[in-house]
């Protein structure tokens, strides 16, 4: 399989797996009665999971931005928690703190930023 291929099915992948944790998020929103905290959930949830779709990748241009991603979604993942529990400031500090963790890891795997 050529090179242009794998790298368009790995972003196809990784846009699937971000859906689709959006959409259970949406859901587990729906059934607990906070439609917020669930979409922030399914949000972050879905960033790391394209995160990591990326990460995998042999490829130079798929591999950067992964630890972007993995940023993101801890960020959105601490909101959401934060929103669960009322705190908000101690959810986006947690998030914050986890997702420049999970930045660093993604560096350290992938080499690339």
Avoid at 20 to 29: D, P, V
Avoid at 60 to 68: A, L, N, T
Wanted: aromatic content about 8%; overall charge positive.
């Amino acid at each position: 399989m050529s090179s242009e291929k794998q790298e368009s099915k790995r972003t196809e992948i990784g846009g699937l797996i971000f859906v689709g944790c959006l959409m259970i998020g949406l859901a587990i929103g729906f059934l607990i009665g906070n439609i917020a905290a669930g979409l922030l959930g399914g949000l972050g949830v879905g960033f790391i999971g394209m995160a990591i779709a990326f990460a995998g990748g042999k490829q130079e241009p798929k591999r950067k931005g992964s630890s972007g991603l993995f940023f993101v979604g801890c960020l959105m993942i601490g909101l959401a928690i934060g929103l669960l529990t009322g705190n908000v400031v101690v959810g986006i500090f947690g998030g914050l703190g986890v997702g420049f963790i999970g930045m660093g890891i993604a560096r350290y795997a992938t080499g690339e930023w």
